[in-house]
């Protein structure tokens, strides 16, 4: 079972680049047929899916979020990174990581607050 814990700025400003690390722990972003993504939940809204990247480092986005969207990895550090470019204040969310198979997430992390205002 993975440990994972998100990190980074709580504030970004409007059109800046929000950036945010998941350091995972007991299982290596490198295992066979893992997945591992990150989910963003808005105030008064349901989860939202924004991408994965694979356990070949293969990332794949939402389709809503594509154009601003980056997932990458460190497996030296067992940590991998989400981007997302050109903030608006519609981004203000609580933002988790999860690791899972293709079809379920499995284990998360407790989830970091991000707020998108100037």
Same mark, same amino acid.
């Given at each position: 079972?993975?440990?994972?814990?998100?990190?980074?700025?709580?504030?970004?400003?409007?059109?800046?680049?929000?950036?945010?690390?998941?350091?995972? !722990? +007991?299982? @290596?972003?490198?295992?066979?047929?893992?997945?591992?993504?990150?989910?963003? %939940?808005?105030?008064?809204?349901? =989860? /939202?899916?924004?991408?994965?990247?694979?356990?070949?480092?293969?990332?794949?986005?939402?389709?809503?979020?594509? !154009? +601003?969207? @980056?997932?990458?990895?460190?497996?030296?550090?067992?940590?991998?990174?989400? %981007?997302?470019?050109?903030?608006? =204040? /519609?981004?203000?969310?609580?933002?988790?990581?999860?690791?899972?198979?293709?079809?379920?997430?499995?284990?998360?992390?407790?989830?970091?607050?991000?707020?998108?205002?100037?």
């Amino acid at each position: 079972q993975a440990q994972l814990q998100e990190s980074g700025p709580g504030l970004v400003k409007p059109s800046q680049t929000l950036s945010l690390t998941c350091t995972v !722990s +007991r299982v @290596s972003l490198t295992v066979s047929s893992w997945y591992w993504s990150w989910i963003r %939940q808005p105030p008064g809204k349901g =989860p /939202e899916w924004i991408g994965y990247i694979d356990f070949t480092g293969t990332s794949y986005y939402s389709p809503s979020l594509k !154009s +601003r969207t @980056s997932i990458s990895r460190d497996t030296l550090k067992n940590q991998f990174t989400l %981007q997302l470019s050109s903030v608006t =204040p /519609e981004d203000t969310a609580l933002y988790y990581c999860a690791s899972g198979t293709y079809v379920s997430f499995i284990d998360w992390g407790q989830g970091t607050q991000v707020t998108a205002s100037s």
